[in-house]
């Protein structure tokens, strides 16, 4: 399963969880950057997770 697709299926399926996932390390107030970088590293989180699987 590719990353798009794993993404696209966490966040049709668990929209809520997905999201509060992604975002819940952000403060009330967000400098528009500091989201990009959140969001870029948990990306690569989920990147690493996926090949894992891909692996096995």
């Known amino acids: 399963m590719s990353f798009d697709n794993l993404c696209k299926l966490l966040s049709e399926k668990h929209p809520v969880a997905f999201a509060s996932w992604v975002l ?24 690493r997770m996926l090949s894992i699987y891909k692996v096995l």
């Open 24 to 47: 819940a390390p952000l403060a009330a107030t967000i400098q528009p950057q500091t989201l990009l970088q959140q969001v870029v590293g948990k990306v690569n989180q989920l990147e």
